[in-house]
């Protein structure tokens, strides 16, 4: 008996930093492109903090990855 265990998902799967700051993207662009910005300040705030922080993130590991290289470095 083979089943699928696999559940299938609707929309768009979360699985790093990136993938945050893209959908924020998409979210903030079709704001602007209706002109709904104003109506949605509140919301797009919100949305470009959640971005920032993702963005951060991403930054966190490329420095750690830096510094561990740095580190290695001096070592020798």
């Known amino acids: 008996m083979t089943e699928n265990k696999n559940v299938?998902?609707?929309?768009i799967t979360l699985n790093s930093p990136s993938d945050a700051r893209r959908i924020i993207r998409r979210v903030v662009d079709k704001a602007f492109a209706t002109g709904t910005e104003l109506e949605h300040a509140g919301r797009l705030s919100q949305l470009m903090t959640c971005w920032l922080k993702a963005w951060e993130l991403d930054k966190i590991s490329d420095i750690e990855a830096r510094l561990s290289a740095l580190e290695k470095e001096t070592k020798k």
């Open 8 to 11: 299938k998902r609707r929309g």
